[in-house]
């Protein structure tokens, strides 16, 4: 079955930096488009970037030229480097398969940003 494990979370202060890692099983990994989505205390779920099968990326305007997604199908593995965290970006990340609302997704990776 569908296996998508985030890790790579933690507390870092504003303007640190840390890298999230997915990795995917159960699944043609390179046939996918993959997501990165996040859900802050107490709010929704926000998409925060897409990476398609032609590893094509687009970010949601708050995290453009902070964040960069990659992927690494030999792996199947998903990457997204976070730069210059800010205390709005505190949240449960996940990465997701295929559409961003209602694909399959893991189990999430905590990203605190805290002075």
């Known amino acids: 079955q569908v296996q998508l494990v985030e890790s790579g979370g933690g507390l870092v202060q504003p303007g640190g930096s840390l890298r999230l890692s997915c990795a995917g099983s159960?699944?043609?990994?390179?046939?996918?488009?993959m997501n990165w989505v996040r859900q802050a205390p107490g709010k929704g779920l926000e998409w925060v970037s897409t990476?398609?099968?032609?590893?094509?990326?687009t970010y949601t305007d708050s995290v453009k030229g902070r964040f960069t997604a990659s992927r690494d199908d030999d792996h199947n593995m998903l990457y997204l480097q976070m730069s210059s965290l800010k205390p709005e970006d505190t949240a449960v990340y996940y990465c997701?398969?295929?559409?961003?609302?209602?694909?399959?997704r893991g189990q999430g990776t905590l990203v605190t940003v805290s002075s």
């Open positions: 997701v398969k295929g559409a961003w609302k209602t694909g399959n």
């Open positions: 990476i398609n099968r032609s590893f094509g990326t």
């Open positions: 159960g699944f043609t990994f390179s046939l996918y488009t």
